[in-house]
DNA sequence: ATTAAACTTGAGAATGTTTATCACTTTTTA
DNA sequence: TAAAAAGTGATAAACATTCTCAAGTTTAAT
């Protein structure tokens, strides 16, 4: 990957502010500072640096795609209703539905774990 | 919720291979039985059962949408090659990477937890 | 049984999201 | 500083999902 100033804008945008944003909401803040951006561009880039491991990508049941500036282990509570995402804490698991309604208020209704790999028929 | 052949039949279909299938893949199957039936009636009814909990839809960030017969706590491991999604239970998860490895051959590269439910502001 | 209301369907249009294309610009390399 | 590689904006294309509606089913109350 080359340098860019695009990308760099938008790797900012998402790193800089753990509100998980979608697309769309990248689009609008990069505007400010490149106001004519393309959409096209703001995928692209989403993409690569997903691929690369700089960014990961969210994807819930609820609402659309969004993105995430933290690549370390830890979990989402994704909000039905206003469909945000808020990071949570590996220690914060213990005790799950008490401790969360506790400290943030969320009322858990399901959660999943997904891991993602190769399995052993691909590994071939 | 009426009853209707279709819906059943695609419930029938989901619940009945754990293969979590894809809207096009419960589309081709339910066309042997039904070869009229068309991929609007298969988003319906899948959004419908979804909605009422009798199944649930898996999101990755690898592939597309799927659909899950199971509804009781339980993890996905989702192959990044063949999009494939497969079944832990929750015991398995202790010890997870090496014991994953060991009983499905499955090399977990990264996970995430997340859970879904009502945040503090949307529960005002 | 008969009927009316509510629900569901198939077909296709409409919308929304994401990717591909391409002439041009920027960045990197040597 | 010139050539190669990569990135950009604009727009078209592809793909995914939802919406619309006339016609057909299912349900519940006579």
Not at 29 to 47: E, F, H, M, Q
Not at 108 to 113: F, K, L, R
């Amino acid at each position: 990957m080359n340098y860019s100033q695009q990308r760099n804008c938008i790797l900012e945008i998402v790193m800089s502010d753990p509100v998980h944003p979608t697309v769309e909401q990248v689009y609008e803040k990069a505007k400010l500072r490149y106001p004519n951006i393309s959409l096209g561009t703001v995928y692209r880039n989403l993409n690569q640096l997903s691929e690369h491991g700089i960014l990961k990508k969210i994807c819930s049941s609820y609402g659309s795609v969004r993105f995430d500036g933290r690549t370390d282990a830890h979990f989402h509570m994704i909000c039905k209703d206003c469909q945000r995402v808020f990071d949570v804490e590996l220690g914060e698991m213990l005790g799950l539905e008490d401790k969360l309604m506790d400290k943030f208020g969320f009322q858990v209704s399901e959660y999943e774990i997904s891991i993602q790999g190769v399995c052993c028929d691909c590994k071939k």
